[in-house]
């Protein structure tokens, strides 16, 4: 069975940090594109960030920029989410997600491309 799960999450101050973990059971994630996406209480989910296959291409929304970085660890079938400077406005559900690569280097930040899904993990940001 496919399975992705996060873990990672929690409360956190503004201005800390927090890294999520995007693990998979039943395939191997290097064969898949990784995103990262989040839904705030009464907002639809929105793309955050995102990783190609290989780890060779990465992408993130505007909002996060030069605070998050995803990355990828294949030999331990992990993607990361390295959250820094977290503000109240990034707290959400975090979801991680996995497409089936289209070319070389995919990677796309558009929801309804990615065909796996986890349950979430709950960040909270506040003081």
């Known amino acids: 069975q496919l399975q992705l799960v996060e873990s990672g999450g929690g409360l956190v101050q503004p201005g800390g940090s927090l890294r999520l973990s995007c693990a998979a059971s039943g395939f191997t994630l290097d064969l898949y594109a990784i995103g990262w996406f989040r839904q705030a209480p009464g907002k639809e989910r929105e793309g955050v960030s995102c990783?190609?296959?290989?780890?060779?291409?990465?992408n993130y929304a505007d909002s996060v920029k030069g605070r998050f970085s995803i990355s990828r660890d294949n030999a331990k079938n992990t993607v990361y989410l390295q959250m820094n400077s977290l503000k109240a406005e990034d707290t959400a559900v975090y979801y991680c997600a996995a497409a089936v690569p289209y070319y070389s280097d995919y990677e796309s930040l558009t929801e309804h491309e990615y065909e796996y899904w986890g349950q979430g993990t709950q960040v909270t940001v506040s003081s």
């Open positions: 990783i190609s296959s290989s780890g060779g291409s990465t």
